[in-house]
């Protein structure tokens, strides 16, 4: 009786709320792309960096792995104080959230490259630019991706958190759901949130695997 009254509430959220919840998609969708789009920014020429530079390379790893350990909540309260509220200190939040992973990745897949191919490359005569973009980055793409993966899924989910701020986004309908014991809400934002997930991670996953074809 009570999944028939969960499912009946669920059902009459939809028809009498639906451009709310689409509004509330669109806000989390949006927020975690700027986010992700920012994080690859940084992310991605960071690691290459990294990887040229060994020593610069064994600080950003160290300063990733701790950058991972900070909950985005905490990051939120210092920003606050700071940047106010709103959808600025969100992003910077999610962004310090999805640049680790990039840069870790990023570093791995180059470190992956096999030398006995970048010999090969040099000893045909590639200079550093031909190397960088026929050999490097086509080899380290799909780790590169890897790393976009892990840091768009930890953001989607992080996002949720935005709410607190006033970023607006899913993470709206699971924080009322819990103010005002509305189960519908609950399983609406929060199963809405899981679902991006998975649909993330699976076309991420279509796209390593496409990546890695072409460059296997």
Same mark, same amino acid.
Do not use: W
């Given at each position: 009786? !009570?999944? +028939?009254c969960?499912?009946y ?11 709310? *919840? ?12 700027? =986010? %992700? ?10 690691? $290459? ?10 600080v @950003? ?13 905490? #990051? ?8 106010? #509220?709103?959808?600025?200190?969100? @992003?910077? =939040?999610?962004?310090? /959230? ?9 570093? @791995? !897949? *180059? ?13 045909? !005569? ?6 960088? +973009? ?6 380290? =793409?799909?780790?590169? @991706? ?19 701020? &006033?970023? &607006? ?5 699971? *924080?009322?759901? /819990?103010?005002? $014991?509305?189960m519908? %809400?609950? #399983?609406?934002?929060? !199963?809405? #949130?899981a ?11 279509l ?10």
């Amino acid at each position: 009786m !009570g999944g +028939n009254c969960l499912l009946y509430q669920m059902i009459e959220y939809f028809q009498t709320d639906s451009s709310e *919840f689409i509004g509330y998609l669109i806000q989390h969708i949006k927020l975690s792309l700027i =986010a %992700l789009i920012i994080a690859i920014c940084i992310g991605i020429p960071l690691g $290459y960096i990294s990887y040229r530079n060994k020593k610069l390379g064994e600080v @950003l790893t160290t300063s990733s792995q701790l950058l991972r350990i900070i909950p985005s909540l905490a #990051v939120l309260f210092i920003l606050i104080p700071i940047i106010g #509220v709103g959808e600025l200190p969100a @992003l910077i =939040a999610l962004t310090f /959230l999805a640049i680790p992973p990039i840069i870790m990745n990023t570093i @791995l !897949g *180059f470190n992956e490259i096999p030398a006995i191919t970048l010999e090969v490359a040099r000893g045909i !005569g590639m200079n550093q630019k031909q190397l960088r +973009n026929r050999i490097e980055f086509p080899l380290a =793409a799909p780790y590169i @991706l890897n790393g976009i993966k892990l840091a768009l899924v930890e953001i989607i989910a992080s996002a949720t958190l935005a709410t607190y701020i &006033g970023a &607006g986004g899913l993470g709206t309908l699971i *924080f009322t759901g /819990l103010g005002l $014991y509305r189960m519908d %809400l609950l #399983v609406i934002g929060g !199963g809405t #949130v899981a679902v991006l997930s998975l649909l993330s991670m699976a076309l991420m996953d279509l796209l390593i695997e496409k990546v890695g074809e072409n460059h296997g």
